[in-house]
């Protein structure tokens, strides 16, 4: 999967636009991320348009079904939850919560992983050694296992909970650079910028990271919509985002006693969560296909 | 998860200092006590079960309950709704508390107290385990032994605290000698079940069972059933169903889902919300009583802000307990704490006391007099998956706190966690919601959780803490309520937490049985009838 | 082939050693066992004699040690909770677990198989559209939504199917279509991009060019080579659902192994969480070993000394 990166750049900039243009070539790219965008805008501006504050309670109003009816105690338009809170503003206020652990928790084990792979892929040896040991002990261990620990060792909060996912998260990105490196470490180009005698560090930065990030791109841009869904699955086990954050994961599962008895609590929470993978899912793909020039077209459809 | 048991931290260390007066004056009121105290059998309503259900015999039922039972081995475990309410159809114990919450005589007829410190049971002659070992009075005090051994490792071994031997007088009759007054003992002892000493000490009693109960064991699945069958001859009524099975059912909403489907016959801890769904299926009945486990907020008075008093009293009028439940026990039978922790099952519940009312003036009028700042952040602890809707509740508390200008925030954490701030660090947030119960339903016990010096009171107050000294020190029942009305008055006054209501005990049965949970959280199959 | 699974052994070896060691001193950090154990309202002096009695009172190494001792002897322990050999508590889950991931991954792989080679071969067909919505909606739905939904179509309202419990084959039907969801959908999604990357594979060219039929290089060559990252995929997500169908188990009340093991957390029962971990341990690393034997099967080219 690596980049050949100069021709295909050539041919793409002799048109104006060409990603957008790569983007719009593709129906589901083009929803992927029209529905990113419209998450990043509502986690960016959308707090100021709720029509509530998403934590204040009305206990005489919970459990209230939709309503359009104008007027601060009837407009629900996603109803109100156990606690008399509007939905459709923790709905809105809850997209920040779910994007920053999307994200976060990517790029921290993105980092990590980025890390200890190409170095075990670099220098081999028992540096090699060590980390896929390492990486083997966390393959065998059951995650939820982990997770339970660690959060009952540090406690419930957002920031363990990034901890705790992207603890576990890094290790399939220290496979994939680490195997990258492998590969692109005999390829003539860095040979020879070792024997001409380049350090360690500027052979890492200048050859060997340009080449691999795609494919680390790629991977984590598939991998967020995973982590939304397990940060969701911890809030089942009692795990997730401490009350009363608007979380879609805790919603979803605070909601789901409700759910014959008042749908509205765990559907839209739910709906937005699948939403979000969804475009993530849908932009992956694409950034995947944009960015290997053999593909090229070849999702296209 | 936390059955709330019998002991007292204190009470081996008060016995050895008791005065001589104390001691006369104990002796003086077993003499009265004596006589009285004599419980006949012939009570009405002892059998256990009525005949009209005796005729359907051959049916059985299937009951969900929230977990599993963790272990077959009485005097490994205090959960009363699992591990014990199975045990209890396998294995018999001295006495038995019926649905009326009043005790009932069972492997023993006769019980007094025949001195201060001896408990004497008279015992049936006819009991008899499968195997032909005798269930008599060396039975059960090799039982007791196995309890006080401390290779035995038994965790009811608090329960026996103040116990310093049983002794077998002849074959039916056992005596407790304890090292102080214990007047809550019967009741304890309807929690206490009796192995074979033979067949246990050559078997495993946690994963096998051979008993005098009406029940006995046919397979324990772990995780997904026991199964039990009707002994063919039991000493006792002859129970109304059949066979019967335990599943464990962790999910809420499978529980209902499975009830609906018609997998199961009866369920416990279902959601509030629910119980309109299922009436209205004419399939079930869903209801709720208030249970004896009382929830509310502790505060930690050893340190500020709350060791200040009127504080504690201005969040007792802030905190509108009305409008909680019907919030969340909408059409529920449930009523606010009476100012105190003691619900009326308990002996020494205090009807005189009224609750705080909702008064946010008078809450914030409390608080400047206090000299509290006008906005106060504190810590609130929340224990996760432990109690009915805390999360729930914990949430509209801290709301409506917010009102008076107590920033709550709440800290959620699992419950092993919570439990280990609470006693070995000993570092409780200023508020943490709990609730609590006493299984033997005695002031001497749930109240002792408050006492000064105890662990787990994180409350300092001499007058109710030589009160409670004083009630423990005589069996007179009308003296002990007398000292026990003074102390859940001072309780009221000082607020050592936050009064909130009796938890309900919800639950579900389908219209061919009749049912109904108990406030003690027993669930006996021998306590259901087919309907109709 | 004998140096391979040797360098395996050893290999292994440290990766439990590393679990058990990571696992016992985490553990140790969530705080005291015994307050768990005991009757809420015991006091300190019996905690601390009960703590005593079950040796927790000593020092982290030396229990450390011990355990390590007891262990070697094929001793894991009694569980806190159930006073039962740790170790027989979690072997009597096995089963049921197994019977549900291994069940739940064949149906999958049968499914998702199907799937993505539809959606790949038959590029811009209706199929395709079908195949990769279907796939991306069961990538990103909950699984405990998707469960307790069905639970409520299937046996509360329709009363077609037992809502929970462990029994004969309607009793798996929705765990299994509950677990099997996400990784149909992911199997169908990676074999259907995997199949696409192969065609410009110059072998499957050189093929192509060689004159062998369609189907020939199909499955000849383009198939055997897109299944190593499906199978790399099947390996992972086996190992996962092995220990981490809790929630799962949870809705159906299934009595497996990761509802165990959420207990035995929650209940502070160290030895039972330890021999869990083991058990799993093992299992997830037998279950790697299948995958890169596999490998070798499909792909001439991968020899077993260098497999990662």
Sequence with gaps: ?301 | MSTPTQNDPNRLARSRSISRRHLLRRAAAAGVVAPSALVSVTRPGVGLITAAAQAQSASKVSIALSTDINTLDPHQTATVGTDLSVISHLYTSLVLRGPDLKLQPALATLWQATSATTWTFKLRDDVVFPDGEKLDASAVKWNVDRVLNPASKARIRSWFDLVKEARAVDATTVEFITSAPYPALVDQLSMFFLLAPKWASQHQPASEAMGTGPYDIVEWVKDDHVSLKAKTTYWGTKPPFQSATFHAVPEVSSRVSGLLAGDYDVVTGINPTDIKRITDSKHATAGAVASARTAMVKFNTLKAPFANQQLRQALNYAVDKQGLIEAFFPGLDVQPSQGQVLTPAYFGYNSALKPYPFDVAKAKDLMKSAGAPDSIDVEFDLPTGTYLLAEEITQAIAGGLAEVGVNAKVSAMPFSTYMNKYLPQRNLAPMAYITQAWPTLDADGLLTLFESGNQYAYWDDAQFSKLLEQARSTLDAKQRLALYQQATAVMREAAPVIFLFPQPATYAVVNTISWKARPDDWVRVWEMKPAG | ?308
């Design chain 1, 1 to 301: 999967m690596g980049l050949a990166g100069a021709e295909a750049g050539v041919l793409r900039r002799r048109r104006r636009f060409p990603v957008l243009r790569a983007i719009l070539h593709s129906r589901p790219a083009t929803v992927g991320w029209l529905l990113l965008i419209a998450f990043v805008l509502m986690a960016a501006i959308g707090p100021s348009l709720a029509p509530h504050d998403p934590t204040q309670q009305q206990l005489l109003l919970r459990l209230r079904a939709p309503s359009f009816r104008l007027g601060a105690d009837h407009f629900h338009p996603m109803g109100t939850d156990q606690l008399g809170r509007d939905i459709f503003s923790r709905v809105i206020y809850g997209s920040r919560i779910s994007l920053l652990i999307g994200f976060t928790v990517v790029i921290s084990g993105g980092v990590i992983g980025c890390g200890v792979g190409i170095a075990a892929g670099y220098f081999r040896g028992w540096v090699e050694r060590i980390a896929m040991r390492v990486v083997d002990i966390y393959l065998a261990f059951p995650f939820i296992l982990l997770a339970l620990i660690v959060i009952a060792v540090l406690g419930a909060s957002l920031t363990n909970l990034i901890l705790v996912l992207a603890f576990t998260g890094w290790v399939n990105y220290a496979r994939v650079a680490r195997g990258e490196v492998l590969s692109l470490r005999e390829r003539e180009y860095v040979v020879a910028a070792r024997v001409m005698g380049a350090r360690s560090g500027r052979i890492l930065v200048r050859h060997l990271l340009p080449n691999i990030m795609p494919t680390i791109i790629v991977l984590a841009s598939l991998q967020i919509g995973g982590v939304v869904i397990q940060a969701g699955a911890l809030s089942f086990l009692g795990l997730g985002v401490p009350p009363p954050t608007p979380d879609w994961g805790r919603m979803l599962a605070e909601g789901r006693d409700y759910m014959a008895t008042a749908w509205w609590l765990a559907t839209f929470p739910g709906l937005a969560l699948v939403l979000l993978v969804l475009s993530v899912n849908l932009v992956g793909d694409w950034l995947r296909d944009y960015l290997d020039p053999q593909r090229q077209g070849g999702g296209g459809s």
């Design chain 3, 1 to 308: 082939m004998r140096g391979f699974l040797l360098t395996r052994l050893l290999e292994s070896v440290v990766t439990v050693w590393g679990v058990v060691t990571i696992v016992f001193f985490a553990l140790r950090l969530t705080g005291d066992p015994v307050l768990l154990m005991v009757p809420f309202g015991t006091p300190p002096d019996q905690i601390a004699q009960l703590r005593h009695a079950l040796g927790f009172d000593r020092p982290l190494l030396v229990q450390y040690v011990d355990y390590w001792g007891h262990l070697l002897r094929g001793d894991f322990g009694d569980s806190l909770r159930f006073n039962q050999p740790a170790l027989s508590l979690v072997l009597e889950r096995l089963p049921a677990t197994a019977e549900l991931a291994l069940l739940s991954m064949l149906v999958a792989v049968i499914i998702g198989g199907i799937a993505g080679t539809v959606a790949a071969t038959r590029q811009g067909s209706v199929f395709e559209l079908i195949a990769m919505v279907g796939a991306l909606i069961g990538q990103a739905t909950p699984v405990f939504w998707l469960g307790i939904m069905l639970v409520l179509i299937f046996a509360a309202d329709l009363h077609w199917l037992p809502s929970g419990g462990r029994g004969g084959l309607s009793h798996l039907i929705l765990p299994v279509i509950t677990l099997a969801a996400f990784s149909t959908a992911s199997i169908s999604r990676l074999l259907r991009s995997s199949l696409l990357d192969m065609r410009t594979q110059d072998y499957v060219r050189t093929a192509r060019a060689k004159g062998l039929s369609e189907q020939q290089v199909f499955f000849g060559h383009e198939l055997r080579g897109a299944l190593i990252p499906v199978v790399t995929i099947v390996g992972i997500q086996t190992g996962q659902l092995l220990g981490g169908a809790v929630i799962t188990e949870t809705i159906f009340a299934w009595p497996g192994v990761g509802r165990l093991i959420v207990q035995a957390i929650n209940n502070q029962d160290f030895p039972l969480v330890q021999a869990a971990a083991i058990v799993l341990a093992i299992t997830i690393i037998g279950v790697n070993l299948l995958v890169d034997l596999t490998y070798v099967v499909l792909d001439p080219r991968i020899r077993l000394d260098r497999t990662a």
